[in-house]
């Protein structure tokens, strides 16, 4: 690849994300980064600001400025703190490769300080009884609802991002030893079990479904497109987002939803946490951790236990 001859935004951007897909990063976060790159340079633009040696400690103050009184257009509510800080990195780490390729001569934003990116509770669909209905909804939608039913009963069985979902290829299912091999984040690879009924989902699939999908462009890609093609993750959120909705559920993160909902399901029924790490695919288990916040069955038992208040009935009328 070629580097740029010039400090001009765009050139440099489209160079470094290059930098990123040469380097392994998953088509996923190469576009989360170009369009929190994109993000900064329409707001440096807006301030008449057009190259990469203009961008110091300053500027980024009053970018994080912007960001803190920002409204997301669609709900009119702020920016999380997740974001606001992945945001921030986006142009840190970006600068960061641009002096190291010596495309400038200081890396500018070596000290900048980031804020907290909070501990936010993750949202899921606690009941087993919901995720049972929106798995009854792509029924009704004939060739194409049951390939959709499959794809929904893995995410269920197995707890798997949707961006390791993509990616299985038909030999990656191990029937005899029901397990699957996920092609995780930062190439890494995992083990995840499988349930009986997922396995019956997944032959039915492989045996009836796939095959009015495949075409010889195909290859070994498990589930595809209405192409014939493999999924891509953003069409795959819209399709599981389609039957929460159909289901009466109004949430946002559909594949996600069906990952919390392994993870504190299992919680609840006593699984070990390192194994729901190992599960998921986590590199730290304070990621896991989060899913004890929403585990709830657990946290009510040792309450109603060993709480005053509860142990002592309703007391109206005592």
Sequence with gaps: MDKPTTKLFWPCVEYYLELCLAKGQSSDTVRNKRGGLKKFIIWCQEHNISTIDHVNLDLMDDYAAYLNSYRKKLDNEPLGPGQKRNLLTYVKTFVKYMHRKGLLSKNTLADIELPSKGHQIPKALYSVEEIEV???QPLLFGIKGLRDRVILEIFFATGIRRGELVKL??????????MVRVHGKGKKERLVPISQRGCEWLAFYIGKIRPR???ISSGKALFLANNGKRYVPGKLSDMASQYVKLAGFDRTGACHLFRHNTATTMLDNGADLRHIQEMLGHASILTTQLYTHVSRKKLS?????THPSAEGGSGLFC
């Design 301 to 305: 038992e040792v309450y109603e236990a």
């Design 134 to 136: 929106i798995l009854e």
């Design 169 to 178: 290829n038909v030999d990656d299912i191990d029937f005899t030893g029901k």
């Design 213 to 215: 999908f495949a075409f």
